[in-house]
């Protein structure tokens, strides 16, 4: 009997080898981050070592990334990452919502809640376990971002809008 589930989950394994996500790769930037706001060299490579792979139109995947149902769950990882935040599709919202973007990656710098965890455990991704001054020159710069907006554009224009009651 535990040969046949064995050989039975083994089938399945094989199996599911062959239905892979679709990939990150289109590299789409017509949106940019970079095409409205100043990202300096030294932030660029922050975000892209430790950000973009789940928040932009380009994911790097590792090897491991080929084998089932691995792939389904750094699928799930980088399309509710670019949920939240999409670098490559940055410049397309609204003022008020790249306003929020920008307090939303401080939140979450300052907390230590990006990168998640899971993208470091094992040693994995070294780059993206962020010191503080690498943590400080992402804040520094959103801040900056911030007070961009703020100079630039009527204050009512950086507040979201409530959504209607139903």
Request: overall charge neutral; glycine content about 4%; proline content about 7%.
């Amino acid at each position: 009997m535990l040969k046949k589930i064995l050989l039975g989950l083994g089938v399945v394994l094989i199996l599911i080898q062959f239905i892979r996500p679709e990939k990150n790769e289109s590299n789409d930037n017509t949106y940019g981050i970079s095409t409205k706001y100043n990202v300096p060299e030294d932030v660029n490579h922050l975000l892209k070592v430790s950000c973009n792979d789940c928040h932009s139109n380009k994911t790097e995947y590792p090897w491991y990334s080929k084998v089932q149902p691995v792939a389904w769950f750094l699928n799930s990882h980088v399309v509710d990452g670019k949920r939240h935040l999409n670098f490559s599709n940055f410049t397309n919202l609204p003022l008020a919502i790249q306003y929020h973007k920008f307090e939303e990656i401080v939140e979450m710098v300052e907390e230590k809640e990006m990168p998640i965890p899971s993208y470091t455990y094992f040693g994995l991704h070294p780059e993206a376990n962020l010191t503080q001054d690498q943590q400080d020159k992402i804040l520094d710069w959103s801040k900056a971002q911030m007070a961009y907006l703020k100079a630039t554009y009527p204050a009512d224009s950086l507040v979201r809008k409530p959504r209607p009651k139903n």
